[in-house]
């Protein structure tokens, strides 16, 4: 990557060039033959560690292999004192190989992937900004008979306003966006195809989110956050289309942060939060199960040890909240989330 700053009429541009390369090999192995046999019911709450292990005979590996090479531009324009202008591009190469069978393979060349955007200064405190960008994402996903699935295509667009307060010790930003694409990856549906995944058809994602973080007072810290997103199956089978496409992350979610250096203790703060999600949910097999909205509390003391060396010690989920963290269907593996816990750490800045 290259970068070039220059002067043009008397404001700071820049313009980078680049190229890339990468390839990923992959061996992975299944049980597709023998999926659905040996399986045994467990009551999570009360697992019998005895049971024994099942017999799963695994399938001959795949072997797969994925070559990705890229050419990319970008140009950062002052166009004036108050407007900046930011275009580029990225030009793509893939290549999808099935190792074992190379009839399957599938090439991309010369994808172009452009994105732009531009940020207004309307005072010294505020600014607003919009953005445009196309996605382009390779998969190596197949499909049940073994061909990979089209790369994921679409659009993000988003605009928002910053801002800077107490002489840059605060910032704050409240966005909104929309995303769009399509062949999104998704595991098959149909129970005869175990392995295999299927294009999720158009996928719409939006919503907005708002930040405030800083320093309020020379003792004072705090970061406040909240975001809202829905999820709708734009395009999709006449059984799911109009329906969310996913239901396990949550439509709102909030985070507050503070610590305050006590005065009266030298080297010593104190702080604590919480993280707020609302419900979600998994279906699957005409059943469902979730979580309810949930909050968890976390508490922490700091200790400046030296200039150099703070300790910390933390509690979080402070009244053990016992939740789902992402009660998952399709994948069958749902997680609670982490019981009430205590972290000691040690930080040295050099």
């Not at 399957?104 to 207004?120: C, I, L, Q």
Request: aromatic letters at 12%.
């Amino acid at each position: 990557m290259v970068t070039l700053p220059v002067t043009w009429n008397g404001l700071p541009q820049e313009f980078v060039a680049g190229a890339s390369y990468q390839k990923f090999k992959s061996t992975s192995a299944y049980n597709a033959s023998t999926y659905g046999q040996n399986g045994f019911v467990q009551n999570i709450y009360a697992p019998q560690a005895s049971q024994p292990k099942p017999v799963i005979s695994l399938d001959a590996p795949g072997r797969a292999q994925q070559t990705q090479s890229a050419l990319f531009g970008q140009a950062r324009l002052r166009a004036t004192s108050a407007l900046t202008l930011l275009a580029g591009a990225r030009l793509s190469w893939v290549k999808n190989q099935d190792l074992d069978d190379p009839a399957s393979d599938r090439e991309e060349n010369a994808r172009v992937v452009p994105y732009a955007g531009a940020v207004f200064d309307l005072t010294r405190e505020w600014s607003l900004y919009g953005s445009y960008s196309s996605i382009f994402n390779p998969q190596s996903d197949k499909n049940f008979e073994g061909a990979f699935l089209a790369p994921r295509k679409g659009n993000q667009v988003e605009f928002g306003v910053k801002g800077e307060h107490l002489d840059r010790r605060v910032t704050s930003s409240l966005s909104v966006y929309r995303i769009e694409d399509v062949n999104r990856a998704i595991t098959d549906p149909d129970p005869a195809h175990p392995n295999a995944a299927i294009a999720a058809g158009k996928v719409r994602s939006q919503g907005g989110e708002a930040e405030l973080t800083g320093r309020l007072t020379p003792e004072w810290n705090l970061t406040a956050g909240y975001g809202y997103n829905t999820t709708k199956q734009v395009v999709a089978s006449p059984d799911t289309e109009g329906k969310p496409f996913t239901t396990t992350f949550p439509r709102h979610t909030f985070s507050l942060w503070s610590d305050y250096r006590l005065a009266a203790v030298p080297g010593l703060s104190l702080g604590g939060g919480v993280k707020v999600r609302s419900s979600i949910y998994s279906i699957d097999g005409g059943m469902r199960w979730g979580q309810g909205g949930y909050s968890v509390w976390s508490v922490q003391a700091g200790y400046d040890l030296s200039t150099k060396l703070k300790a910390s010690l933390t509690v979080n989920n402070l009244f053990d909240r016992t939740y789902f963290d992402r009660p998952d269907g399709w994948t069958r593996q749902s997680y609670f989330g982490e019981p009430r816990n205590v972290m000691l750490t040690l930080a040295y800045k050099m």
